[in-house]
């Protein structure tokens, strides 16, 4: 799972830095970024729709209010959202990484800690 995580964490990266090119806020880049991400990686249904209302609406929260942008703003950076989605697609997607880094993060441990995380993950099968 620290692999996962990891790798995770690079892509959601990725996803943030390739939505730089959309001229919104900061705080709205942050708060629409989760959204796309889950779309993305099939974490929530893809609905792009939803995009565009968010960034008409924005976020109404009282901890962290993020006001949305006017119509028609809102429908020129939902355009270039969609625009850009096949790469936002092509940040969020790790499959290939995960063997890889997978490997490389078991191949620092010692061998008494590998036979140990073997022994723990056979025993949770068991169970």
């Avoid at 959601?12 to 880049?29: F, G, P, Y």
């Avoid at 009282?62 to 850009?84: F, H, Q, T």
């Avoid at 989605?85 to 063997?99: G, R, V």
């Amino acid at each position: 799972m620290p692999a996962y995580a990891e790798l995770e964490r690079r892509a959601k990266q990725r996803v943030t830095d390739a939505m730089d090119r959309l001229d919104i806020t900061e705080d709205m880049k942050e708060f629409l970024t989760p959204t796309i991400y889950n779309q993305l990686t099939g974490h929530a249904k893809k609905n792009t729709s939803a995009l565009l209302k968010k960034l008409q609406r924005g976020n109404p929260s009282k901890k962290n209010p993020v006001p949305g942008l006017d119509p028609e703003l809102a429908e020129e950076v939902y355009a270039e959202l969609l625009s850009i989605m096949p790469s936002l697609e092509a940040a969020a997607d790790f499959e290939d990484e995960l063997i890889n880094l997978a490997l490389e993060m078991h191949s620092r441990k010692s061998s008494s800690r590998i036979s140990k995380e073997i022994k723990k993950a056979l025993a949770q099968v068991d169970e």
